[in-house]
């Protein structure tokens, strides 16, 4: 049955145009219960379970389906779903539009009453037919909604309905069902306490009244890490006009949660204040002790000279939440029986969350995940509600699962869809494969890569010409060959963005049959590549370059070590070890030539865990040894994707996939210059080319570990470097590089970007064809937006990974004692670098329940007086390195000072810390 509605509507030159909706009505949709007769052949397959509920409700004791009214759904769905999702499930709630249970909308009904007369229509339309169907076993729908007046007229019209907090707590065999319930509303839970803390959020019509005026500013709030009073709000808009407002006290953060998107309005300048020096962690256990939150706000100004003033501001509205959910642990209530906890989120950046739960004793000493609903006025947390138990604190399985999880990599199984495909094994290369292809396979190849490397992406070789001159090869694995276009597979890899490597496990962007078989190019094997191939002078100059699909069969799997040995013996002259001195020789001349050009050496700390083989545990713990064939390689990547991002902007001007890396504003540099003055050295930082001879020569004779602490101090002050489309921006420079252009072409099996590449150059080449997708800027634009996010979560969760992991090292091999150097000083604390194990830590001066010592500090300088100590960037110290259990939820690696000796803060190297075992003696004081 067709239904249409006319009407008609002005134009915006003036004239009348008429509108004709057309509604069709089907007959013939069943009502998706199995066993009904009057719909039998009306619908493909039943779409309600074969069984309906029969749970052990004291409301309702009959089986029965629910019907839940579209808020409920999505808001009980949605509490616990990432942003974003939400359309698409608001979609598929829709109930198909069938000739009995159509309703029009009545005149002066607005769109929501329509849709709530409509859910009651066929909430009475199933109960009277499923009648039909068992009118013995008295069958029946029950109408789920937290609208008061629907509820009230369903029951009017004889619909059983109930609120959804009434019908999960009738479930008397699954009391703990109610703990998942999320709250209605920012108001609905608020605690008992009537004082109002936060000032009231303005509504989004007068935000965007603001913010169009200019009276406020829209931007991204970031929680600190470091300090809990204190955020940034990074403001959107044009690239000139793009800075960073500074947040501080719990007033101006006003119930903002970190990735939320803010109004903000600027104080006066007279109100500005200077980043904060103080580390400070939310460590309180009552949440309405809100006069010591005041006072540890004072420990936030510091004397600041106006240079140092940034533009401060408070949160007047929020514009979009960008809540989650979170990973964390109960902290569970001292008052006997209480049903009123708070969470304690992993993340520091996030709040403690006050949840309701019967659940406490079994949750205590879990992961567990939660959602926020709400955050009320008077509340000094949010409220929200419990989702999941991941399992024990602690536990492998666990905390690798949490951390994933809290830096959303994508890490369940490919699904069968994106399995399907894969190729069929036994596989072999083909005639067709070699269509548009070179075979390359009599070549002397080989691959130089770390210790159990399966994932191997590259392969080199090196070999004189008859004309005197040397040809050299890069051969990168040709993944975009087994991953076409838009298939289940290639949307899956364009998702996850990265392969991410944790310490014991790699969370592959592509399958395991291409990850660690078809796409590595293991040695004896045929494999398919894509290959940027150079003539070279002796003098490592390019004479001609030329890309091309290709066939190789590496003749060596290298390890470094491995590939060094060769280098370096005087024994070995095979044509592998040639080649590779070949590659070393001209290598060295390429990393000279861009030194002198301005490319940066940075260092950062990396550590290596050695496992126990049955365990799993980490054994060992060292700083990753850099030879010369790490160079090597490295040096020819970024040759390849040098030469490669020129070849795809010159034939894609608008949709080539490039990388920079924006140069850091001078402000970046500050800590740095400091630092180096402090130990009478000079930076200079206004180019790439004049940091990188200052940081050549600052040495120190006395002091040889001094010039690595300034690179490692560098390496903070520059920016992220990030995926982008030509046609989208003007600066393709590569600061750290000091490369014109740049793009990433070599990691194909862990980057989906080089995927992109190698489609780009495929079709430059002539050797693949075009899709609409690959020149579409906007959707490029897009897709460059999740790689650079997948990308950065990565790397946090690396981090992460590395974290919990030296944990386990120290709670195995007990206390230590260690020299460290000194990183950053803060107004109560020192950051130190352990050079053995490439770790970082914080040496804290002020603790609970102990005597406050005299602190100066001077953030010119930099350097923190303590007594009579004065501590300075990069001074030498001894620090005592444990395991501090004392809080379950944010285990960490604690330290404290043993030299310099100041009486009352050093400790003897061998004192024991009473504070690991803190965990035992609570459990033991609650037994009692």
């Known amino acids: 049955m067709l239904k249409s509605k006319t009407f008609l509507k002005k134009t915006r030159a003036g004239g009348v145009m008429k509108i004709v909706r057309e509604h069709y009505l089907r007959d013939d949709i069943g009502c998706g219960a199995p066993g009904c007769a009057a719909c039998d052949g009306a619908h493909e397959g039943p779409v309600l379970e074969p069984q309906p509920l029969d749970p052990a409700s004291s409301l309702c004791p009959r089986p029965h389906y629910l019907l839940p009214d579209t808020n409920v759904l999505l808001h009980q769905i949605l509490s616990v779903w990432r942003p974003g999702t939400w359309a698409s499930v608001a979609s598929s709630l829709r109930l198909p539009g069938s000739l009995e249970t159509y309703v029009e909308q009545e005149q002066g009904e607005n769109a929501n009453d329509r849709n709530d007369r409509a859910i009651r229509v066929a909430a009475k339309w199933y109960n009277e037919h499923l009648k039909k169907i068992s009118a013995e076993n008295h069958l029946q729908v ?5 609208d008061k007046k629907n509820k009230e007229k369903a029951i009017e019209e004889g619909i059983p309905a109930f609120t959804c907090e009434e019908y999960v707590k009738s479930l008397t065999a699954n009391p703990e069902l109610i703990d998942r319930l999320a709250c209605l509303s920012e108001e609905g839970n608020e605690i008992e306490s009537g004082r109002i803390i936060f000032s009231e959020h303005l509504p989004l019509s007068k935000l965007q009244q603001g913010i169009k005026s200019g009276t406020y500013l ?19 808009g044009d690239t000139e006009d793009d800075k960073e407002i500074i947040l501080q006290g719990l007033k101006n953060l006003n119930r903002a949660v970190h990735e939320d998107i803010v109004a903000v309005e600027l104080l006066p300048k007279n109100q500005w204040v200077a980043p904060s020096s103080v580390i400070l962690h939310d460590e309180g256990q009552n949440e309405d002790d809100v006069e010591k939150e005041e006072e540890r706000e004072c ?25 989650r959910p979170y990973c964390g642990m109960l902290s569970k209530s001292d008052i006997k029986e209480s049903r009123r906890h708070l969470f304690t989120p992993a993340d520091r950046r996030i709040p403690r969350i006050r949840i309701e739960t019967r659940q406490a004793s079994a949750l205590e000493g879990r992961r567990i995940i939660v959602a926020i609903d709400g955050w009320p006025r008077n509340s000094r947390y949010p409220n929200g509600h419990f989702v999941k138990n991941l399992g024990d604190v602690g536990d492998k399985e666990t905390e690798t699962e949490v951390l994933l999880l809290e830096h959303d990599v994508p890490h369940q199984p490919f699904s069968q869809a994106v399995l399907s495909f894969l190729p069929k094994m036994p596989w072999s290369i083909t005639e067709k494969d070699m269509k548009n292809r070179e075979d390359l396979r009599h070549l002397c190849v080989c691959s130089v890569d770390p210790p159990g490397c399966t994932d191997i992406d590259d392969a080199l ?24 276009p838009g298939n289940a597979l290639d949307q899956e890899s364009a998702r996850r963005g990265t392969t991410v490597y944790l310490c014991e496990k790699r969370i592959d962007m592509v399958p395991e049959l291409l990850s660690s078989n078809l796409c590595s190019l293991r040695c004896n094997v045929d494999r398919l590549a894509f290959s940027c191939i150079w003539e070279m002078n002796h003098n490592a100059e390019i004479l001609k370059v030329r890309f091309t699909k290709s066939a190789i069969n590496s003749k060596a799997s290298l390890t470094y070590a491995e590939a060094q040995m060769r280098i370096d013996s005087a024994a070995m002259n095979d044509e592998i070890t040639t080649s590779l001195r070949g590659l070393n020789k001209l290598a060295k001349i390429l990393k000279k030539r861009r030194i002198e050009k301005g490319a940066l050496t940075l260092s950062s700390p990396e550590v290596r865990f050695h496992m126990d083989s049955e365990t799993h545990d980490p054994i060992d713990l060292q ?11 490295e040096e020819f990547m970024l040759l390849a994707n040098i030469s490669v991002a020129k070849k795809i902007h010159e034939e894609f001007s608008e949709h080539a996939l490039l990388r920079k890396h924006p140069a850091p504003p001078p402000s970046n540099y500050e800590i740095l210059v400091k630092a180096a003055k402090s130990k009478n050295l000079e930076i200079k930082t206004d180019t790439a080319k004049s940091l990188a001879d200052s940081l050549d020569r600052a040495d120190s004779p006395t002091f040889p570990y001094l010039n690595t602490l300034l690179r490692i101090l560098a390496t903070r002050c520059m920016m992220q470097a990030v995926y982008f489309c030509s046609g989208m921006d003007n600066d393709f420079h590569h600061y750290g590089l000091a490369s014109p252009i740049y793009t990433h072409f070599t990691s194909p099996i862990r980057r989906y970007a080089d995927i992109i590449v190698h489609r780009l150059l495929a079709v430059a080449i002539g050797a693949d064809c075009t899709y609409p997708e690959l020149t579409d800027k906007h959707k490029l634009a897009d897709l460059c937006k999740n790689l650079n996010f997948r990308h950065k979560m990565a790397q946090y969760a690396q981090r992460a990974s590395v974290a919990f992991h030296t944990q386990l090292f120290f709670k195995s091999k007990g206390i230590v004692s260690e020299e460290a150097y000194i990183l950053f000083v803060r107004k109560n604390a020192i950051v130190v670098l352990i050079p053995k194990y490439g770790l970082e830590g914080t040496v804290f001066f002020e603790e609970k329940d102990k005597p406050k010592p005299r602190l100066i500090y001077d953030d010119e300088i930099p350097s923190l007086k303590i007594e009579d100590t004065v501590f300075h960037i990069f001074d030498k110290v001894k620090v005592k390195i444990m395991l501090d259990s004392s809080n379950l939820q944010h285990q960490k690696i604690r330290m404290s000072l043993v030299e310099p000796q100041i009486p009352g803060i050093s400790i003897s190297a061998d004192t024991p810390n009473m504070d690991i075992d803190e965990p035992e003696r609570k459990k033991k004081k609650r037994e009692k």
């Open 142 to 146: 029950i109408f789920i909604t937290n």
């Open 218 to 236: 829209q931007g991204t709030f970031r929680a600190s890490r470091e300090n809990y009073l204190e955020a940034t709000v990074w403001v959107h």
């Open 299 to 323: 420990l936030l100004k510091t004397a600041a000279n106006e240079k140092m003033l940034k533009p401060t501001g408070r949160v007047v509205g929020i514009i979009k939440r960008n809540w």
């Open 461 to 484: 070789h090196c070999r004189e010409l008859e004309n005197g001159n040397l040809e050299v090869g890069v051969h990168i694995a040709d993944v975009s060959h087994f991953i076409r």
């Open 623 to 633: 700083t990753k040894e850099l030879r010369e064939t790490n160079s090597m390689v």
